[in-house]
């Protein structure tokens, strides 16, 4: 393989040289430095750069007559310098590389707390077809999302659906069975129907916009699928945020699950974030998503939101009660919305609509 890269105005063909990158659109001064090298056989990408900016890592095979520019990662900036693999360049073909400044357009009115601005972006959603435990509905596709949101950094708490609704549906909450779990509020509500998780969104969206911390164009909902996927993804490529670990070896730093939850859930936020911040995306309890299950469409696809009708919802993320494949990045199942079970709750989005 012969790595290289490249500005959006100029390309090298130099590997393992660090090069200025920005946007061809306005020739912003926001820059940043895209260097290239090998790990394993495979290209390394180093992006290096202000914090908080985020970018659009692009491939091609050739840069003329006319490039196809393809989309390998998105990187936001959360440490100076962030390293990518390219997991599917292969030995002995030619690879040009640019990086892209996503316009930052985190709006000013909006007024939250405990949550992580996600920018606009394209990212490659699925698994490759020799990703380790893949399952036969996690083809892969280019999905563009052309709207930044604002997304949950954990998992809504018992306290916080309390606080909402009144209520608290959640099975590892006081003395169940004889077995006492406890009256933690910081444990993730579940036990819960997809109809009541959206009933939250739209009692705090009001109650929010009344206190003037809400614009009235602006939401809490559950996030679609693409949204969920992008956001525990973080830019990455891997089968888990935090790397490919095949054999599972570092899940337990970063996910209650099956060997390390000893069958019930746990206060959130106590295991290691994925690089945007978000916490336990791999695991205490799965995540109710917008949309209804359904196949991914074959194409590249903008902003989806899924089947327009379905018998199922969608739920991400991994949970105490399954073991390290359930917990991939890649992962997605279903439920009928009126089912409930201990081991599912969510995470809230902030959006326009």
């Not at 390309?11 to 940043?32: D, E, H, I, K, N």
């Not at 018998?311 to 009928?336: D, H, K, L, N």
């Amino acid at each position: 393989m012969k790595a290289r890269v490249s500005t959006p105005f100029s390309f090298l063909a130099l590997a393992g040289l660090a090069l200025l990158a920005f946007t061809p659109q306005s020739r912003s001064q926001t820059t940043a430095r895209l260097g290239a090298g090998f790990a394993g056989g495979l290209p390394q990408l180093s992006l290096t750069g202000p914090l908080g900016t985020s970018w659009a890592i692009q491939y091609s095979a050739a840069v003329a007559p006319a490039p196809l520019w393809l989309p390998l990662t998105n990187l936001t900036l959360f440490s100076s310098p962030t390293v990518v693999a390219d997991p599917s360049g292969l030995p002995g073909s030619a690879r040009f590389y640019r990086a892209m400044l996503l316009q930052n357009q985190m709006p000013t009115n909006v007024i939250v707390t405990n949550m992580v601005w996600m920018p606009p972006g394209t990212f490659i959603m699925g698994s490759p077809p020799d990703e380790v435990d893949r399952q036969p509905d996690e083809t892969q596709h280019i999905v563009t999302l052309t709207q930044g949101f604002f997304v949950g950094q954990r998992l809504v708490t018992q306290g916080e659906y309390f606080a909402v609704l009144g209520n608290n549906p959640s099975w590892f909450n006081g003395l169940r069975n004889g077995t006492n779990y406890g009256s933690d509020l910081q444990r993730p509500v579940e036990s819960l129907f997809w109809y009541s998780a959206a009933a939250y969104c739209a009692q705090l969206t009001q109650l929010e916009q009344q206190a003037g911390r809400l614009p009235t164009n602006w939401v809490y909902r559950l996030p679609t699928e693409a949204e969920w996927e992008y956001a525990c993804r973080a830019g990455t490529t891997t089968r888990f945020s935090y790397g490919d670990d095949p054999g599972y070896l570092n899940l337990a730093s970063y996910a209650w699950f099956f060997d390390n939850s000893a069958a019930v859930t746990h206060d959130v936020g106590l295991k290691l974030p994925n690089p945007a911040g978000l916490y336990d995306v791999h695991g205490d309890v799965y995540e109710w998503c917008q949309d209804y299950y359904g196949a991914y469409p074959d194409g590249a696809v903008t902003d989806p939101q899924g089947p327009a009708s379905g018998a199922t919802r969608v739920f991400r993320g991994g949970s105490w009660q399954y073991e390290g494949p359930a917990c991939r990045s890649a992962g997605r199942y279903q439920a009928e919305p009126a089912a409930k079970f201990n081991f599912l709750g969510f995470r809230v989005v902030v959006a326009p609509f």
